[in-house]
T-cell receptor, first 114, second 112 residues
Framework: GQQVMQIPQYQHVQEGEDFTTYCNSS?????IQWYKQRPGGHPVFLIQLVKSGEVKKQKRLTFQFGEAKKNSSLHITATQTTDVGTYFCAGLEAGGTSYGKLTFGQGTILTVHP | DGGITQSPKYLFRKEGQNVTLSCEQNLNHDAMYWYRQDPGQGLRLIYYSQIVNDFQKGDIAEGYSVSREKKESFPLTVTSAQKNPTAFYLC???????????FGPGTRLTVT
């Protein structure tokens, strides 16, 4: 079945440093979604990418979708303590028997030291 | 106030007992989902439903059952056949399976 791998598993940064997490799918994706989960909380949707090579920005966050629609990245510029949490990518498989099934990566746990 | 509610927040059961987790949404979403999250791990899909009276198995459906008799409700039963039921259970909904998912606050189930 479809697998979505996310690296790194953990990232510790000093406040003000940049952060990037990478996501790779074993199959071509219809779209990819990114979520953030604060400690003790539930996942909250950040963004969805649909087009090959798409790049979207939300303030200090930049999201990219690969040309082959099999990989994606999230980059945070100048991290702040409010960025702390676990960032998940989730891929929706393009066609096949698993239509409608969103597969989550393992997540990257971001710690920001003030 | 629209959203997804899950109850209870914490649930304790003895081994061998079935337990049903509640999930209700008033967002008028067609699709609903159940995920399991273990410490330090991602979300694993248990079951999902694209529309009322229909549901599909996810990656880890063994030992679980669901029903979708109403659009607003998607209860999950953790049966005694589930070998390691202690986990954090998250319910979500979306307009359709292609759209972003909205998550409930979760139920933390402990079975001893």
């Amino acid at each position: 079945g479809q697998q979505v791998m996310q690296i790194p598993q953990y990232q510790h940064v000093q406040e003000g440093e940049d952060f990037t997490t990478y996501c790779n799918s074993s199959t071509t994706l219809s779209n990819i979604q990114w979520y953030k989960q604060r400690p003790g909380g539930h996942p909250v949707f950040l963004i969805q990418l649909v087009k090959s090579g798409e790049v979207k920005k939300q303030k200090r966050l930049t999201f990219q979708f690969g040309e082959a629609k099999k990989n994606s990245s999230l980059h945070i510029t100048a991290t702040q303590t409010t960025d702390v949490g676990t960032y998940f990518c989730a891929g929706l498989e393009a066609g096949g028997t698993s239509y409608g099934k969103l597969t989550f990566g393992q997540g990257t746990i971001l710690t920001v030291h003030p | 106030d629209g959203g997804i509610t899950q109850s209870p927040k914490y649930l304790f059961r003895k081994e061998g007992q079935n337990v049903t987790l509640s999930c209700e949404q008033n967002l008028n979403h067609d699709a609903m989902y159940w995920y399991r999250q273990d410490p330090g791990q991602g979300l694993r899909l248990i079951y999902y439903s694209q529309i009322v009276n229909d549901f599909q198995k996810g990656d880890i459906a063994e030992g679980y059952s669901v029903s979708r008799e109403k659009k607003e409700s998607f209860p999950l039963t953790v049966t005694s056949a589930q070998k390691n039921p202690t986990a954090f259970y998250l319910c979500a909904s979306s307009i359709s399976v292609r759209d972003e998912q909205y998550f409930g606050p979760g139920t933390r189930l402990t079975v001893t």
